[in-house]
């Protein structure tokens, strides 16, 4: 069983920066860990995934170039770093994990959630 916490969300003007965080608690080498959004009236889409023993990096097209995801595997932690901020970021943002080794952007695959952290980017 993982739980996963996150933290870190806020408010930020556009241009600005946030680092998400996500505890885990239990197994999760081997796993794959990504980070999730989604606004209102809109699906859940992936934002950047990572797999923990690879440590091969996924992102969305989206955020590329703005957004990093990393780990710290000895505190077995997840972190998102968003630079760039846009009002199109503003979101409520998952952390989740699986062993699924299947599309790693894909919301389907993911079988541990955590509460989530929003994000708010005004212009």
């Known amino acids: 069983q993982v739980q996963l916490v996150e933290s870190g969300g806020g408010s930020v003007q556009a241009g600005g920066s946030l680092r998400l965080s996500c505890r885990a608690s239990g197994y999760t080498y081997n796993y794959i860990m990504g980070w999730f959004r989604q606004a209102p009236g809109k699906e859940r889409e992936g934002v950047a995934a990572?797999?923990?023993?690879?440590?091969?990096?996924y992102y969305a097209d989206s955020v590329k170039g703005r957004f990093t995801i990393s780990q710290d595997s000895a505190k077995n932690n997840l972190y998102l770093q968003m630079n760039g901020l846009k009002s199109e970021d503003t979101a409520m943002y998952y952390c989740a994990a699986t062993r699924n080794p299947g599309l790693a952007l894909s919301p389907t695959v993911y079988r541990y959630w955590g509460q989530g952290t929003q994000v708010t980017v005004s212009s």
């Open positions: 990572i797999g923990t023993g690879s440590g091969s990096t």
